[in-house]
């Protein structure tokens, strides 16, 4: 029987029902369109740190390679056999990046055999031929450098993979000081002036006698170095173009005075490393060009430098030490 009472009840139940599927509905697409703006979250998130990652893989590469590498630096004039033999030498130093050569032969490039003489090697030798022969060609920013450690060293000078490689080692301990191989130190007179003394290696090693320089010849240094030699005084740059020496003199300010500031206190410029081999090639150069060692006035003019760069400064900033690092310690 029909109940007029009960079917409004069903309408009401009906209109309930279809009210209940609209709001399912629509709370289902609600929720579809939620789903999709998280994937496209996700999906546009996860492109950023790719797109991050890749374009930080280079950087990151680089700064690997700025603590785990060097860079040679060699400076020459006038001795192609025993630059030969000193590069030889050197290809087959671990860690090695690259090798810059300082070509101080104005008016000459390198021959074809240089160039050609080390191709089979995997190092890169860049030739940076200079306008004019300067002892200060060799600390130059050069753009080539990409590693924070320089190895410098004299075209004359043979030493052992051990020693170089023992050198880096302890670079990376002291990564703000000279390491080298070849002390020296300087002596105040009576009048005020200096004099420049070489350093007796035994008396040194039983501490009767104290180095206050490492010469760069044969030494490991940070590449920021280079910059701050440029940026010094004019007068400095005047005494070492005059003299044609005491530019490693000069670094050895340079860095005494950083170390100054960046750490507020007063530490020798370099570390001595005591090498197993080195030696000494500049007799043997074909072509008898002998350098500054040869000079009759050497010494005395290494005294002018150290009184002219204390006068330039105001200060004489090396410190002097005995530490001696040797590959038993």
Known sequence: MYNPAEQKTHNKL???????????????????????????????????????????????????????EFTLIIQTFKRDDILLKVLERCLVVPHLQKIIIVWNNVGRQPSKELQESWSHYPTPVIFLEQKIN????????FPEIHTDAVLLLDDDLL?????????????????????????RKHVETPSGEYNYQG???SDLQIGR???????????????????????????????????QNCDDIAMNFVVSLHLRKLMNATLPSGIYVKPLNMVNL???????????W???NHFKQRSYCLTRLAQIYGIMPLQFSNIIKTHST
């Open 294 to 296: 040869f000079r009759p």
């Open 159 to 183: 030493l052992s993979v051990s020693d170089i490689s023992f050198a880096f080692t302890i670079w990376k301990q002291f990564r703000d000081q000279i390491i080298g191989f070849v002390p």
């Open 134 to 141: 300067s002892m200060q060609n060799r600390l130059q920013p």
């Open 14 to 68: 009906d209109k309930f029902r279809i009210h209940i599927r609209q709001i399912g509905r629509k709370r289902a697409c609600l929720v579809f369109c939620s789903f999709l703006v998280l994937l496209l979250l996700i999906f546009a998130l996860k492109s950023f740190q790719f797109d991050k990652r890749e374009s930080t893989e280079i950087p990151d590469m680089i700064s690997v390679a700025q603590q785990e």
């Open 282 to 292: 500049e007799m043997q150069a074909v072509s008898g060009f002998k350098g500054m």
């Open 209 to 243: 006698d104290k180095y206050s320089l490492v010469l760069i010849g044969a030494s490991f240094f940070h590449h920021r170095y280079l910059k701050l030699y440029q940026d010094q005084p004019k007068a400095m740059h005047s005494l070492v173009e005059e003299t």
């Open 199 to 201: 350093i007796s290696l």
